[in-house]
């Protein structure tokens, strides 16, 4: 009997204490939850195009440095008279569709509706990094893609800067659509011209990056146009980069390259010296990417790295 009272005393003492520490467990879960719900909705608010977008707290911010995101609003698209994008879209906006589709079912990555996917997913990651290593990214940089198309290039850096924040703009609705999927939390992805987002701030981007689209321009003034609204869109001190660029040196003739872009290193370094951007670097694409050499060696393939340095007597007002 002495026994049987013991035991029921103690199993009394046991329930009495759960019961009083279950108060405080869900306290703090209720905080937990809370922090959350703060969280989510200092986040970019990301919906269709035109959408608002806000500005996180530093405190609630994905970025260590204390940084916020950039606060801007999509604005009205409106084709160059230059632009001639009719069979761009026929081609690939039911691809690009099926893309999305599929990618929402985690069947797909934005690279299966880019023109780089047959590098692979492997080489393509590795792309990405060297470009991070080559700027200098960091942890909590807002980081802007001229040309995003479905955001491969955003999506794979994510992955390695999580904390960081990104946006883009691109002329293909479709594929945007595919970029919004796959970066949910970051945007605004705008319709626009690569020569011409004014509703972007002016000196607002840490990194500003071009991939595989300066080859689709016309003609070099149309190059130039986009190199200015890059560098325009950078705060002072930021990096510039485009990649995949034709080295018209390395044009062979009599073959057919599809209307594409030709430029040379010198070009490049006199646009960017006419805009003032400095520490301009130069690199042949097979010599620093890894993946199929008919991607990086075709036609002399280069990467240009830049600076927007004002104190060096940037010409960008």
Same mark, same amino acid.
């Given at each position: &009997?002495l026994?049987?009272?013991?035991?029921?005393?103690l199993? $009394?003492t046991?329930y009495?204490?759960?019961?009083?520490?279950?108060p405080s467990?869900?306290?703090?879960?209720?905080q937990?939850?809370?922090?959350?719900?703060?969280? %989510?909705i *200092?986040?970019? +608010?990301?919906?269709?195009?035109?959408?608002?977008?806000?500005?996180? *707290?530093?405190?609630h911010?994905?970025? +260590?440095h204390?940084?916020?995101?950039v606060e801007?609003?999509?604005?009205?698209?409106?084709p160059l008279k230059?632009?001639?994008?009719?069979?761009f879209?026929q081609?690939?906006s039911?691809?690009?569709k099926?893309t999305? *589709?599929? $990618?929402?079912?985690?069947?797909?990555?934005?690279?299966d509706?880019?023109? &780089?996917?047959? @590098?692979?997913?492997?080489?393509y990651?590795?792309?990405v990094?060297?470009?991070?290593? #080559?700027?200098? @990214?960091?942890?909590g940089?807002n980081i802007? +893609?001229?040309?995003?198309?479905?955001?491969?290039?955003s999506?794979?850096?994510k992955?390695?800067?999580?904390?960081?924040h990104?946006?883009?703009?691109?002329?293909?609705?479709?594929m945007?659509?595919?970029?919004?999927?796959?970066?949910?939390n970051?945007?605004?992805?705008?319709?626009a011209?690569?020569?011409?987002?004014?509703?972007?701030?002016?000196?607002?981007m840490d990194?500003?990056?071009s991939?595989?689209?300066f +080859?689709?321009?016309?003609?070099?003034?149309?190059?130039?146009?986009?190199l200015?609204? #890059?560098?325009?869109?950078?705060?002072d001190?930021?990096?510039?980069t485009?990649v @995949? *660029?034709?080295d %018209?040196?390395a044009k062979?003739?009599?073959q057919?390259?599809?209307?594409k872009?030709f430029q040379?290193?010198?070009w490049?370094?006199d646009?960017? %010296?006419?805009?003032g951007?400095? =520490?301009v670097?130069i690199?042949?694409?097979? =010599?620093?990417?890894?993946?199929p050499? =008919?991607?990086?060696?075709?036609?002399?393939?280069?990467?240009v790295? @830049?600076?927007?340095?004002?104190?060096?007597?940037n010409?960008?007002?």
């Amino acid at each position: &009997m002495l026994l049987l009272f013991i035991a029921s005393v103690l199993h $009394f003492t046991v329930y009495k204490h759960d019961e009083q520490t279950l108060p405080s467990v869900m306290h703090l879960r209720q905080q937990f939850n809370t922090t959350k719900k703060n969280v %989510k909705i *200092n986040t970019i +608010e990301n919906t269709q195009e035109g959408r608002n977008t806000t500005v996180r *707290n530093a405190e609630h911010s994905s970025s +260590e440095h204390g940084q916020t995101e950039v606060e801007y609003k999509c604005g009205k698209y409106r084709p160059l008279k230059t632009e001639n994008h009719n069979g761009f879209h026929q081609t690939y906006s039911k691809t690009n569709k099926n893309t999305a *589709n599929l $990618f929402q079912k985690g069947k797909k990555s934005p690279l299966d509706c880019s023109g &780089m996917r047959r @590098m692979g997913e492997g080489n393509y990651k590795n792309f990405v990094v060297v470009v991070a290593k #080559m700027t200098g @990214m960091k942890s909590g940089d807002n980081i802007f +893609e001229a040309g995003a198309g479905c955001g491969a290039f955003s999506y794979f850096l994510k992955r390695t800067l999580p904390k960081s924040h990104f946006y883009g703009v691109d002329y293909v609705q479709s594929m945007l659509n595919v970029a919004r999927l796959a970066l949910p939390n970051d945007g605004p992805f705008c319709q626009a011209d690569i020569r011409n987002y004014n509703f972007v701030p002016s000196n607002s981007m840490d990194h500003v990056v071009s991939v595989a689209v300066f +080859e689709y321009l016309p003609d070099n003034n149309a190059a130039l146009q986009a190199l200015k609204e #890059m560098a325009r869109v950078a705060k002072d001190g930021a990096t510039i980069t485009t990649v @995949m *660029n034709n080295d %018209k040196n390395a044009k062979v003739k009599g073959q057919s390259y599809r209307n594409k872009l030709f430029q040379t290193h010198d070009w490049w370094q006199d646009a960017a %010296k006419s805009l003032g951007l400095t =520490d301009v670097r130069i690199f042949l694409e097979k =010599d620093i990417y890894t993946g199929p050499s =008919d991607v990086w060696a075709a036609v002399g393939r280069f990467s240009v790295f @830049m600076k927007k340095n004002t104190r060096r007597g940037n010409r960008l007002k």
